[in-house]
T-cell receptor, first 112, second 114 residues
Framework: GEDVEQSLFLSVREGDSSVINCTYT??????LYWYKQEPGAGLQLLTY?????DMKQDQRLTVLLNKKDKHLSLRIADTQTGDSAIYFC????????????FGTGTKLQVIP | NAGVTQTPKFRVLKTGQSMTLLCAQD?????MYWYRQDPGMGLRLIHY???????AKGEVPDGYNVSRLKKQNFLLGLESAAPSQTSVYFC?????????????FGPGTRLTVL
């Protein structure tokens, strides 16, 4: 089946850039996502990228997709303490009911 | 709009007890999902529903049952709870027919089985 892998933990200093990486196995992925989970809350969609794109920028967020290597990254510029959260990479295949496979999540700790 | 709500927020069960988790959404979404979240394992799909009256198995369905009698509600049942079912349970919903299919999540239910 599909698999999505991420490192479990990342620590950065406030003001630095954060880069969270993800690899996936499904070559037929149509959309790839980054969800954010704040402590004690559910996941919220942060951004997404269609599989025929290689980059998407949204304010402080930059998503890079290398489809050949099945690698997705999320760069957060000028990281703030409010960015401390767990970030989940996810991918959607072409299936009819919109099955989404989530990664294990990367916990981002921002040090003041 | 309340979005996706889950009841209860916390619960402690003894092994062998049963319970039902309720998920409700007021966004008129067709698709609904139940996930469990365990440390180091991310989110795993338990069951899902593509519409009122329909349900299907996900990745880890054993020990759980679901029902979708009304479009806005999706119930997850544990008939005989086991310690391995200690987890945080999330419900999510999606509007059918959209391109990128954002999933909207509830706040979660933290379940401990002793």
């Amino acid at each position: 089946g599909e698999d999505v892998e991420q490192s479990l933990f990342l620590s950065v200093r406030e003001g630095d850039s954060s880069v969270i990486n993800c690899t996936y196995t499904d070559s037929s992925s149509t959309y790839l996502y980054w969800y954010k989970q704040e402590p004690g809350a559910g996941l919220q969609l942060l951004t997404y990228i269609f599989s025929n794109m290689d980059m998407k920028q949204d304010q402080r967020l930059t998503v890079l997709l290398n489809k050949k290597d099945k690698h997705l990254s999320l760069r957060i510029a000028d990281t703030q303490t409010g960015d401390s959260a767990i970030y989940f990479c996810a991918e959607k295949g072409p299936g009819g009911y919109q099955k989404v496979t989530f990664g294990t999540g990367t916990k981002l700790q921002v040090i003041p | 709009n309340a979005g996706v709500t889950q009841t209860p927020k916390f619960r402690v069960l003894k092994t062998g007890q049963s319970m039902t988790l309720l998920c409700a959404q007021d966004m008129n979404h067709e698709y609904m999902y139940w996930y469990r979240q365990d440390p180091g394992m991310g989110l795993r799909l338990i069951h899902y529903s593509v519409g009122e009256g329909t349900t299907a198995k996900g990745e880890v369905p054993d020990g759980y049952n679901v029902s979708r009698l009304k479009k806005q509600n999706f119930l997850l049942g544990l008939e005989s709870a086991a310690p391995s079912q200690t987890s945080v349970y999330f419900c999510a919903s999606t509007l059918a027919g959209t391109s990128y299919n954002e999933q909207f999540f509830g706040p979660g239910t933290r379940l401990t089985v002793l």
